[in-house]
């Protein structure tokens, strides 16, 4: 197979087209509801409901929104909340906010009919590259390629395109093999065809015996159907990190804790206090307790949802006791297994690590206080 986004095993595109186009008259869709008749305006309905959302459901709210808003003008005049109301149940909404803002502009600027133009068509709110293509071949009979997320399947298992569709290189690479393709004669058809053959042969796990290019299939002949196209990349999850303070009490194994603030991670939970960095915490020290060394321990690692938190904690242990308080801040003396509420996960899991009766040193002139 080739490096990434590099298209192989490319087959005449007549042929390709052909094979594709005599699947069709035999085996597509031909009586779908967009289709009879296939104008503009209804071929950019359909396109735009059928975003995310599956044939079968769309038909019913095709035929009714056509019932309602049969051309431009009808859907430019109506107020967007009996618009949203057809729309109630199809999900996306911003589509049909969209749609009808675009049927104002197109009233507006274009005279009510669909333009025929594609910059035209991709100046109009919600109308993206492929939607124009369906528009101009399926609408007005014009020589323009499209790349749904179907046809997008069919072309990157059969000319071997690999990565995620979205990303730039890989879609570049798409719309070259999608524009080479496109036959001149029946683009209507050819189109079609091709978003038929994604939605009922190329399927996530395609049925290739009944697929009319299998033969020169690329991730067929490979046995990578499985993996082209790559699905979306997992995201790197951000790594923060933060200095914990363990002022550990010599006399009884007590560590000074704070009450976070309400909002944010762990709020409201008492913890160790926290710095952004170690010049941070040194100026802390140095206006509390003097001249101390804080002793780095092993960093303790925690999972969150969206972000992955590193602890470094640095400690000090304390002959005598000390009025830790930071300004503002709720703090109190406490055993690890007595902080009010319980402590946060991996802020237990370093007490615990710390072990029972400390090694401590001595360090004069600390004011005795207990929280
Ligand atoms: S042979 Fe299989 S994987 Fe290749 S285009 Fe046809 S259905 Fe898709």
Redesign the pocket.
């Known amino acids: 197979m080739n490096d990434d986004a590099e298209p192989s095993a490319v087959p005449s595109s007549a042929d390709f087209a052909r094979r594709v186009l005599e699947w069709y008259d035999r085996q597509g869709r031909h009586d779908l509801p967009w289709q009879c008749p296939a104008t503009p305006y209804r071929v950019w309905i359909s396109e735009i409901m059928l975003q995310q959302t599956r044939v079968e459901t769309v038909r019913g709210y095709f035929d009714r929104f056509m019932q309602r808003f049969p051309d431009v003008a009808t859907l430019a005049a109506a107020d967007i909340d009996e618009v949203l109301g057809l729309w109630s149940g199809l999900g996306y909404y911003a589509r049909a906010r969209n749609l009808h803002h675009a049927a104002r502009c197109i009233a507006t600027d274009h005279g009510g009919e669909v333009p025929d133009d594609p910059h035209a068509l991709t100046a109009l709110p919600g109308i993206g590259r492929s939607t124009a293509g369906a528009i101009l071949s399926l609408g007005h009979g014009r020589h323009h390629a499209i790349l749904d997320g179907n046809v997008k399947?069919?072309l990157a298992?059969?000319a071997g395109i690999e990565g995620w569709p979205v990303r730039a290189p890989v879609q570049r690479a798409l719309w070259a093999v999608a524009e080479e393709r496109t036959p001149a004669e029946r683009t209507a058809a050819y189109n079609q065809a091709m978003m038929d053959?994604g939605a009922m042969?190329?399927?996530r796990r395609?049925?290739?015996d009944?697929?009319?290019?299998?033969t020169d299939?690329?991730?067929?002949r490979a046995g990578r159907?499985a993996d082209?196209p790559a699905p979306k990349p997992k995201r790197e999850i951000p790594r923060r990190e933060t200095i914990a303070l363990v002022i550990q009490r010599s006399e009884d194994g007590a560590i000074l804790l704070e009450r976070r603030p309400p909002s944010g991670i762990w709020g409201g939970l008492w913890s160790l206090p926290e710095f952004a960095d170690d010049a941070e915490l040194n100026a802390w020290l140095a206006t509390r307790l003097g001249e101390v060394e804080p002793e780095p321990l092993a960093p303790v690692e925690h999972a969150f949802t969206h972000f992955r938190l590193c602890i470094h904690p640095r400690r000090v242990l304390l002959a005598g006791i000390i009025d830790g308080a930071r300004e503002g801040a709720d703090t109190g003396w406490y055993l690890p297994e007595d902080a009010p509420g319980g402590l946060p996960a991996p802020i237990r899991r370093l007490a615990d690590r710390l072990g029972g009766s400390p090694h401590t040193a001595d360090l004069p002139g600390i004011n005795p206080q207990v929280g």
Do not use: D, Q
């Open positions: 399947r069919v298992r059969h053959l042969v190329c399927l395609p049925i290739c009944a697929c009319p290019v299998s299939c690329s991730a067929r159907t082209i």
